[in-house]
């Protein structure tokens, strides 16, 4: 079972990552603010910021075993030298998604929208983490954490598109996408990095 990583991403002042755009694709919005601060650990108290979305990372929900391997084999850890952008995509999932069975579930995920799939088409390219905030009683169901080199934005854009455009993302009622970026880490000593493997979104 993967390591559980309580991870509290939070909008304020100052932070390791600078907040270059927030944009609600599917329903409300989140404040702006300048920096993206994200501890690690599990904090007593919210930290003082504009808002703060909590999750913890989990072992992988639907992926079966060869989906599990070839993603093994291709992602790539975060923090890597060069990767000076980010996204930070908060997901709730409407309760139709929730009162199918898992295996209903897995279908649509994957069978029927090829999630994984079309995030395999991104490594190594893109490093990605996901952590599950529903039973946090968040405001989100997941957030999922992106780091990428400025020339491979493109590539997360249009990988981006095909999951919006499938049949699970219909179930999805809130959906905000955050941009980040910040200086190359061979240039700021301060930076510090999510840590840990990459998992699959669900």
Known sequence: MAAVIPTAFTAREAGQWRIDSVTPIVGASLARAPALHIAEGDPVERPDGVWTLRGV??????????????????????????????????????????????????????????????????????????????????????????????????????????????????????EVEIRLSRPNPADCGEYVSLAGPATPSS
Do not use: C, M
């Not at 890597?80 to 929730?98: D, H, S």
């Not at 499938?166 to 009622?173: A, C, K, P, R, V």
């Open 57 to 174: 990372t989990s072992n992988e929900r639907y992926a079966n075993r060869q989906e599990r391997a070839a993603l093994a084999a291709s992602q790539q850890p975060l923090g890597r030298t060069g990767a000076t952008r980010a996204v930070l995509i908060p997901i709730r999932k409407n309760e139709a998604w929730w009162e199918l069975t898992q295996d209903a579930r897995r279908e649509l995920f994957e069978e029927r929208s090829r999630h994984i799939a079309i995030g395999l088409t991104a490594l190594p390219a893109v490093a990605r983490r996901l952590h599950h905030s529903r039973d946090l009683g968040e405001p989100f169901d997941f957030l999922t954490w992106f780091e990428f080199a400025p020339e491979h934005t493109q590539r997360f854009d249009g990988i981006l598109q095909q999951l919006r455009e499938s049949e699970e993302w219909s179930y999805i009622d809130r």
